[in-house]
């Protein structure tokens, strides 16, 4: 099940779309594998895959969150999952951006990449990006 919650009001921001896109990509493609490993591996009839994508507009930051309820980051691994060529999936199933470069590009567009979650329950990624306002703009030209 892939679940949304989109803010109306969360308007737009300046960013290179196309690499937000695959940032944005490489997590839903994390969250839809770890939903159908949790899957493969259950033996409850009750496990249903869910991937939620929620948009939120906070003050002049966007957040953007990417959550599943597949088995969760284990602690001993959370340190790592940002360091460059760190994957958890076994060879020819780690085909993605990877979050090392998820993490780069989001910083290049002055944004955070953080992550929350919990063995056995849940991975959520929080991508957060600044609004850039027409005032803001304007000051930043003037210096």
Known sequence: TLETNFDPKLGEIEVVSQEIGRVILNLFTNAFYAVNE?????????????????????????????????????????????????????????????????????KAHNGTLKVNTENGAYTEFIITLPIKTKQHENISSRR
């Open 38 to 106: 949790k899957q493969s591996y259950s033996t409850s009839d009750g496990y249903k895959p869910t991937v939620s994508v929620m948009t939120l507009r906070i003050d002049n930051t966007i957040k953007i969150s990417i959550k599943d309820n597949g088995n969760g980051i284990p602690k001993d691994i959370l340190d790592k999952i940002f360091q460059p060529f760190f994957t958890t999936k076994p060879t020819g199933k780690g085909t993605g951006l990877g979050l090392s470069m998820s993490y780069d590009i989001v």
